[in-house]
């Protein structure tokens, strides 16, 4: 693994991780999760080791300050612990998403594939339905959110906005709030609101019904939809969750949805499984097809 920089068009420097394969074959793009970047996601790393030593080179897209890793102490089991993406910019997501895809094709990338897991699937569903290029012959999304349901069932999620909303009124954005956002992350009080706020980003309404099915629809590739048999952000139903919004893409019948027996929404223990559920993907993808 090599660190990437990648400029966006706005002059940040974005910073992510590649893991060459030697070739400019595929690549595969994978927008990581709030909270999440690949020295704390093992799910990440996996599947950047997998896919490169299979002749697929990966990048690791961390979005605006994911790079940085964050080291707090959790004092529910009085241990320290490491997360990313305390500081994001959800207004960003489209030029963040597309500074990797435009870094890939300046490369000379025959294949381009994006994908993303967790909020990251929401940010790819948000470029892919609103690019006018095209640049990405494949998507994978992997265990999406409908932000406005996970906001309601999600721990503290009532404190933290209240908290983050003062804050930021008081001038004090910037600060991170005292106690964890949902229970898994320190965030600082600008990206709470940020997050509720991302009218660009509830793009998977199943549940909640607020949010917008337009950008699902004007995704111009095919790909596929992964989902977990025991993600807890999904509803009752993980699998239907993931089949409507199938349904809500332009031709559902070209795409494929998977369930993953026993996976939580993290793949907790399953990492490597997840890495191969990746490779087998775009694998089958490529000798169904003439690209």
């Given at each position: 693994m090599d660190i990437l920089k990648v400029r966006t068009k706005r002059g940040l420097e974005l910073r992510g991780a590649i893991y060459?394969?030697?070739n400019k074959d595929t690549v595969?793009?994978?927008?990581?999760?709030?909270?999440?970047?690949v020295f704390q996601n093992d799910l990440l790393d996996s599947t950047g080791?997998?896919?490169?030593?299979n002749g697929i080179t990966t990048i690791i897209g961390h979005a605006h300050d994911s790079f940085s890793c964050f080291v707090y102490t959790d004092f529910s089991i009085g241990?320290?612990?490491?997360?990313?993406?305390?500081?994001?910019d959800f207004n960003m997501v489209y030029e963040d998403v597309e500074s990797y895809v435009l870094y890939a094709k300046e490369?000379?990338?025959k294949n381009i594939i994006l994908a993303g897991h967790s909020l990251g699937s929401n940010k790819i569903i948000h470029y892919l339905g609103n690019t006018p290029d095209d640049f990405v012959n494949y998507f994978i999304v992997s265990c999406p959110i409908d932000i406005m349901h996970w906001w309601k069932v999600m721990p503290n999620i009532d404190e933290c906005y209240k908290t983050a909303?003062?804050?930021?009124?008081?001038?004090?954005?910037?600060?991170?709030?005292p106690f964890?956002?949902?229970?898994?992350?320190?965030?600082?009080?600008?990206?709470?609101?940020?997050?509720?706020?991302?009218?660009?980003?509830?793009?998977?309404?199943?549940?909640?019904k607020k949010g917008e099915t337009k950008s699902l629809y004007n995704i111009k590739p095919n790909g596929s939809f992964i989902i977990c048999s025991k993600d807890s952000v999904t509803g009752r139903n993980p699998k239907k969750f993931m089949e409507q919004l199938n349904n809500w893409t332009r031709q559902p019948d070209k795409n494929q949805v998977i369930e993953v027996k026993n996976a939580s929404h993290i793949f907790y223990g399953m990492h490597e499984n997840y890495a191969?559920?990746?490779?087998?993907?775009?694998?089958?993808?490529?000798?169904?097809?003439s690209i």
């Open positions: 060459e394969a030697g595969l793009i994978m927008l990581t999760g709030i909270c999440s970047n080791k997998l896919l490169s030593k241990k320290q612990r490491h997360a990313g993406v305390f500081n994001d490369q000379g990338y909303k003062d804050w930021v009124d008081n001038g004090n954005g910037n600060d991170i709030l964890m956002f949902g229970g898994f992350s320190p965030m600082t009080a600008n990206t709470v609101l940020g997050f509720h706020n991302a009218e660009n980003l509830k793009n998977c309404p199943v549940l909640s191969e559920l990746i490779l087998d993907c775009i694998n089958n993808h490529y000798k169904n097809t």
